[in-house]
């Protein structure tokens, strides 16, 4: 069974950055796109962009200028930083698994990790 | 960016009653070259993570019981739970993968 297990700081100051990492067991992360996704109550569930193996990103336009999605398939993990950071990027943030091809959908996630922005 | 738009917010219904859920894209999610529409609907219990239910908007994901179904076409899509029992009570989210940025509809919350 995939697993997928969030790592990370619970707390970033404003205009820091956050830096999330996201194993993967149970299964390959070869010929998977890996996906982080965050939820909050302002915003709801908003994708903010994936990774193939080959590092290949696309980011969500709305925070592609401060995203960069990274993976290292010899440690089966990839992680997230998002720069300068605000209160508005506090939410629950989850790493997700997206099928290859037009399968855009999400068949596994993490159980997620609150990160708040505050100093 | 395609808007995923549910409705109701919220709704409670009777154990062993039906639940119907709305979704409505704010442009065709259908793709005609491999006919399939891309939407997919997911549970959300409490401090959990969504689940995935539904994708390609009614084949169900291995393990999801027979009584969640999903349909609709174009841009209206309907989840269906029949027979509630008390474990479906949750978030219930839609999500276009016609394109990027992938959308999420605001969540119905489903109580009985």
Known sequence: QVQLQESGPGLVK?????????????????????????ESPE?????IGYIFDSGSTNYNPSLKSRVTISIDTSKNQFSLKLHSVTAADTAVYYCAR?????????????????????? | DIVMTQSPD???????????????SSQSIFYSSNNKTFLAWYQQRPGQPPKLLIYWASTRESGVPDR???SGS????????????AEDVAVYFCQQYYNTPYTFGQGTKLEI
């Open chain 1, 14 to 38: 404003p205009s820091e950055t956050l830096s999330l990492t996201c194993v993967v067991s149970g299964g390959p992360i070869r010929n998977y796109y890996w996906n982080w996704i965050r």
């Open chain 1, 43 to 47: 915003k709801g569930l908003e994708w």
């Open chain 1, 98 to 119: 997206k099928n290859t091809g037009y399968a855009g959908y999400f068949d596994y996630w993490g159980q997620g990790t609150l990160v708040t922005v505050s100093s």
């Open chain 2, 10 to 24: 919220s709704l409670a219904v009777s154990l062993g009653e039906r639940a119907t859920i709305n979704c409505k």
């Open chain 2, 68 to 70: 969640f179904s999903g």
């Open chain 2, 74 to 85: 174009g841009t209206d899509f309907t989840l269906t739970i029949s027979g509630l029992q």
